[in-house]
């Protein structure tokens, strides 16, 4: 049976993990977590720990993970359609029956049909009873010529079915289908000077042009029906052939350059058809949605872009964008189907990177294209996700920018791109005198609503809420008063523990970053207490960034004298300018720190069970293979 991943995941979005969990761990909640002794590996000390808002649990002991699927499975030896199956039945969400997906994917071919005699051929005499017979001129010739004028040389025979008048009609598969008529449209392309012209004119090399399988729809009403005579009820399923109010069939694509749409597997299950004459409207035209093609669900360029391994991802606006962005060398770059962009489109983005951009028209339908994607990201923000806006001057696309600025200062340019808190404050503040305080309250104003949409459970709202009312001059950075007296002995070399604690009192909210290194070091180090501390307080900090510095101050106050030694050596201001600059140092403080406990971890051989061995293990692949990356980017 295979389960779609959207039915996996409204299962999942209906499961409380806690609730799940509980059945089979005692599970007590401390802070933000719920914790209890691992089910994986024997152990006296709680180090199993489940996040309600994360929907994940972790062992911080055998690094046992996952989410409520892989638990179920795990703790009950079972396999994962049993599991979905269980959970179908809790959330009343329905999985599809067997074979009932790969049914909708078939459609009935047609029988072929022997072709009947055309007047002339009925009035010519057998050449075998009457080889006397001679012609002036070829009486197929007129025909002939007429076809070549209008096909080229009729590709389309090179399209007709082989089958045998015999043989019965059999199932057709769409996916089949899709893949055939892609390779028509391609062999089209040769028979087109326009629209060989127009691919030419755009810059695109005959390299380009196969590689993204461009081709060209014939004028004909009905080419599709001539080269697939027995797949037309599949053809109807894909809404390629329409049908008139006169009840006469039609091809959706005709006289148009042709774009083959890939999904995430490099499967044809759609096309984009641009015109070329003006006056043909609308300019592009998209296979309508059916079983195979969602355009709400695809982009345009995905399946590309991680054939290439892309580390950047680009989302843009056309589909010459993305093709001439990869021409020029940049892999990633990505457009919507026609549509305006939405949440399940940044969520595939996001799955291919944490960090992606968005370019935008500089004109006013690009800055409102803009405002309306911001508001459909944040929600989506999470803790270590990285939104970048690359506006590009009035009446450019990147393909034209490029052709002005040339390829470095473009890679240039979209390097720079601005982070999301600058780009918002810019947007924010452009119609509003910051100089007044009544400009200024404006801003704040709108910046609560935009940071309302923000998830809740993450530090980015109150990184950012802090870095305007900064950018703004609401408040100050705090710095602490430091007892010259209590400073002398302290040694100006700060370690990454010490670091860390400095970054804690300056930006509490980033505590979630810190929260596992609660299981991995030593309960003898100030850190270790700082964060216990914290995990009391996290759900009481204040919403104003500024009161939740003193609050955790106050609470902390039983290590004063360390703490002011600390903040003194430790000037984190340098390097936390933005919230994401901010937010992306604790992350890789986190890691650092995760990496070198776990190493010491596993050169102490201390260890419950094998299991627990190999999982440690997997951890510090993950976290290295992570910290790589980070350094990569760096």
């Known amino acids: 049976m295979a389960i779609p991943q959207h039915t996996i995941d409204q299962i999942l979005d209906r499961t ?15 802070g933000r977590t719920y914790s209890g002794c691992c089910p994986f590996h024997q152990e006296k000390s709680p180090s199993f720990h489940v996040y309600r808002d994360k929907q994940y649990f972790h062992c911080f002991g055998c690094q046992a993970n996952g989410n409520a699927i892989r638990f179920l499975m795990d703790v009950g030896s079972r396999n994962f359609i049993e599991v979905m199956k269980d959970l179908s039945s809790q959330t009343g969400i329905e999985l599809p029956k067997d074979n009932q ?94 629209a060989q012209q127009y691919f030419k004119q755009r810059g695109l090399s005959k390299e380009t042009i196969a590689y993204w399988r461009l081709g060209y729809a014939p004028e004909d009403w009905q080419h599709l029906e001539k080269a697939f005579p027995q797949d037309i009820s599949g053809l109807k399923l894909l809404g390629l052939i329409r049908t008139s109010d006169s009840g006469r069939d039609f091809d959706l694509l005709r006289e148009r350059v042709i774009f083959p749409i890939r999904d995430a597997k490099g499967r044809v299950v759609g096309f984009g058809g641009r015109a070329l004459n003006d006056e043909i409207k609308p300019k592009y035209i998209n296979s309508p949605d059916s079983e195979v093609f969602h355009k709400n669900q695809l982009l345009y360029g995905l399946y590309e872009g991680r054939k290439q391994k892309a580390q950047e991802w680009l989302m843009v606006e056309g589909y010459m964008d993305v093709i001439a962005l990869q021409q020029y060398g ?67 696309d990147p393909d034209s920018l490029i052709r002005r600025e040339g390829i470095e200062n473009f890679r240039r340019l979209l390097a720079t791109s601005p982070l999301l808190s600058e780009f918002v404050f810019a947007h924010l503040t452009q119609n509003h005198n910051v100089a007044s305080p009544e400009g200024k309250s404006q801003v704040m104003g709108d910046l609560r609503q935009l940071t309302e949409l923000l998830p809740k459970t993450g530090s980015y709202r109150y990184l950012l809420q802090q870095y305007f009312r900064e950018k703004l001059g609401f408040s100050r950075k705090w710095q602490p ?29 980033l505590y979630i970053h810190f929260e596992p290194l609660r299981a991995l070091i030593s309960p003898d180090l100030l850190l270790f207490k700082i964060l216990n501390i914290f995990n ?99």
């Not at 409380?16 to 401390?30: E, R, S």
């Not at 019965?168 to 391609?186: P, R, S, V, W």
């Open 536 to 634: 009391i307080i996290f759900d009481d900090l204040p919403d104003d960034p500024e009161l939740s510095t003193y609050y955790a101050l106050g609470a902390c106050a039983s290590y004063h004298h360390e703490l002011q030694n600390i903040l003194e050596h430790a000037n984190i201001g340098d390097y936390t300018s933005s919230p994401e600059q901010a937010d992306k140092l604790a992350a890789d403080f986190s890691t650092k720190l995760q990496y070198e406990c776990l190493q010491q971890k596993i050169k102490s051989k201390k260890f419950s069970s094998l299991a627990e061995m190999r999982n440690l293990k997997q951890k510090i692949y993950e976290i290295g293979k992570k910290r790589s990356l980070t350094l990569l980017d760096e």
């Open 481 to 509: 008063q430091v007892n010259n007296d209590a400073s002398l002995s302290f040694s100006t070399k700060i370690d990454a523990e010490e670091y860390v604690i400095a970054i804690l009192i300056n930006h509490p909210y």
């Open 330 to 396: 940049i892999a990633g770059a990505v457009a919507t189907l026609g549509t305006a962009s939405n949440t399940e489109h940044l969520n595939i983005l996001f799955k291919q990177s944490s960090r992606i951009t968005i370019a935008f028209d500089g004109d006013a339908a690009g800055q409102k294209a803009a405002r309306r994607t911001l508001e459909i990201a944040l929600p989506l923000l999470n803790d270590g996700r990285e939104l970048k806006f690359f506006v590009l001057p009035n009446d450019h």
């Open 16 to 30: 409380d993990i806690v609730d799940v969990i509980g059945q089979f761990v005692k599970l007590k909640k401390t």
């Open 101 to 194: 997906d790969s049914n909708k994917l078939k459609y009935k071919r047609e029988a072929p049909q022997p072709k009947a005699p055309t007047k002339i051929e009925a009035s010519v005499p057998s050449l075998e009873n009457n080889t006397s017979t001679t012609f002036e001129h070829d009486p197929f010739a007129e025909f002939q010529a007429q076809d070549d004028v209008f096909y080229g040389n009729d590709p389309f025979t090179a399209f007709e079915q082989s089958t045998a008048p015999e043989q019965t009609a059999q199932d057709g598969n769409l996916y089949d289908l899709l893949e055939n008529i892609a390779q028509f449209y391609e062999s089209q392309l040769p028979h087109s000077q326009i």
